[in-house]
């Protein structure tokens, strides 16, 4: 079992890009949650979805913000455009949905925005 | 609404010595319980989780935790800590029923190993 797989693991972009954070669930788990990690929030969730359908996104910071899930095996996050304040780590984090409530994170993708 | 408390923010053991670290919750019924653990610049591993049935559970790396219904709590602990124990630690809960699967996470408590 290759765990949950994120990529970049690091990204450093300027100011005003657009950064797009990639996620590959555990096959077979149906929920997808991304988080962000920071020294002063601590861990958020951003979104999850059931199923490929995106169910709370009301910790989305923004509408700088967006996430998609176009199948079972693959979500993204995006960021346009980008800013200082958005510096953090990004996990994304799956799970068997029904029964089952633990999840199981990836490895994160260090985001820095100059 | 839901909330979990780790009052400890930081705990420092020497090595060898046992560790507790504490975890309490409020929420109208039991929930599932959960701890992670989280080393330096890793995602979170899952340790143990409290389903239902017995209330300690042993978990991976020689940790357990205790289920105490009455104090609303879940402590986690290690009878002798290890150098490679030094990470942080978080409680998390989700309802049984209903909540969507989302968990609800503690704050953490970093913990220092001194050798």
């Known amino acids: 079992d290759a765990g949950v797989i994120q990529s970049p693991r690091h990204e450093v972009t300027e100011m005003g890009q657009e950064v797009t954070l990639r996620c590959k669930p555990i096959?077979?788990?149906?929920?997808l949650f991304w988080y962000r990690q920071t020294m002063m929030r601590g861990l958020e969730l951003l979104i999850y979805?059931?199923?490929?359908?995106?169910?709370?996104d009301s910790g989305m910071p923004e509408d700088r913000f967006s996430a998609k899930m176009p199948n079972a095996s693959f979500s993204t996050l995006k960021i346009q455009p980008s800013e200082p304040r958005d510096s953090a780590v990004y996990f994304c984090?799956?799970?068997?949905?029904?029964?089952?409530?633990?999840?199981?994170f990836g490895p994160g993708t260090r985001l820095t925005v100059t | 609404a839901q909330s979990v408390t780790q009052p400890d923010i930081h705990i420092t053991v020497s090595e060898g010595a046992s560790l507790e670290l504490r975890c309490n919750y409020s929420?109208?019924?039991?929930?599932?319980l959960f701890w992670y653990v989280q080393s330096p610049g890793q995602g979170l591993q899952l340790l143990l989780k409290?389903?239902?049935?017995?209330?300690l559970v042993q978990g991976i790396k020689g940790f357990e935790a205790e289920f105490k219904r009455s104090q609303s709590s879940f402590n986690l602990r290690k009878p002798s800590v290890h150098w490679s124990d030094a990470a942080e630690y978080f409680c998390?809960?989700?309802?049984?029923?209903?909540?969507?699967?989302?968990?609800?996470f503690g704050t953490g408590t970093q913990l220092k190993v001194e050798l």
């Open positions: 984090a799956s799970s068997l949905g029904q029964g089952e409530r633990e999840q199981y």
């Open positions: 096959s077979g788990h149906n929920s």
């Open positions: 979805f059931n199923n490929n359908v995106p169910i709370d």
């Open positions: 929420y109208g019924a039991t929930p599932y």
């Open positions: 409290y389903f239902s049935g017995d209330t």
């Open positions: 998390a809960v989700t309802p049984i029923t209903g909540g969507g699967n989302k968990l609800t």
